[in-house]
T-cell receptor
Framework: DVKVTQSSRYLVKRTGEKVFLECVQD?????MFWYRQDPGLGLRLIYF???????EKGDIPEGYSVSREKKERFSLILESASTNQTSMYLC????????????FGSGTRLTVV | AQSVTQPDIHITVSEGASLELRCNYS??????LFWYVQSPGQGLQLLLK??????LVQGIKGFEAEFKRSQSSFNLRKPSVHWSDAAEYFC???????????FGTGTQLKVEL
């Protein structure tokens, strides 16, 4: 069974800290995505990557950056965490076009205090 | 710009009753449409998708959805709801060449026993 693994289910960080959220997929997918999920707002795209070392901004990239040094790993970086970045973060990947749909990780619930 | 509207934030149905969750989209081209389900504390799971062809699509767990171009709708249905269907449901449209998903804000389904 294909898998997208997010390294942490729950994280608590302090304001101003640099935070790394890690996502690994074992499906050899080219495309990977980071979304944040907030009540009443659904899922909003932060960044995505079509290939190693390639990245593109999504709808809400401010305050975030990403890294994709290897095909299977896509990291989301909060350069200086703020309380308004408290949220659920979901990673997803897709290969072979939309015929197969996204595969999502279980999510990381980040609380910034 | 593309958008997805799920007009019902919360829906409550009795177990065994039929279900319809509404989804309307705004997109200039032929859409690729999806329904995902999210159980508490979990990532999103693909229920079904529409790309082309037959406008009534069947998915997993007994769900189906009908694409109506004239109404810009892609409503999700199930003839008889089970208590385990209680979850949050998201409608999405693929954009950006087919690999980016734009999500609706979700509908929280509660099932009364």
């Amino acid at each position: 069974d294909v898998k997208v693994t997010q390294s942490s289910r729950y994280l608590v960080k302090r304001t101003g800290e640099k935070v790394f959220l890690e996502c690994v997929q074992d499906m050899d997918h080219e495309n990977m995505f980071w979304y944040r999920q907030d009540p009443g707002l659904g899922l909003r795209l932060i960044y995505f990557s079509y290939d190693v070392k390639m990245k593109e901004k999504g709808d809400i990239p401010e305050g975030y950056s990403v890294s994709r040094e290897k095909k299977e790993r896509f990291s989301l970086i909060l350069e200086s965490a703020s309380t308004n970045q408290t949220s659920m973060y979901l990673c997803a990947s897709i290969g072979g076009g939309q015929a197969y749909g996204y595969t999502f990780g279980s999510g990381t619930r980040l609380t910034v205090v | 710009a593309q958008s997805v509207t799920q007009p019902d934030i919360h829906i409550t149905v009795s177990e065994g009753a039929s279900l319809e969750l509404r989804c309307n989209y705004s997109y200039g081209a032929t859409p690729y449409l999806f329904w995902y389900v999210q159980s508490p504390g979990q990532g999103l799971q693909l229920l079904l998708k529409y790309f082309s062809g037959d406008t009534l699509v069947q998915g997993i767990k007994g769900f189906e959805a009908e694409f109506k171009r004239s109404q810009s709708s892609f409503n999700l249905r199930k003839p008889s709801v089970h208590w385990s269907d209680a979850a949050e449901y998201f409608c999405a449209v693929a954009t950006g060449g087919g690999n980016k998903l734009t999500f609706g804000t979700g509908t929280q389904l509660k099932v009364e026993l």
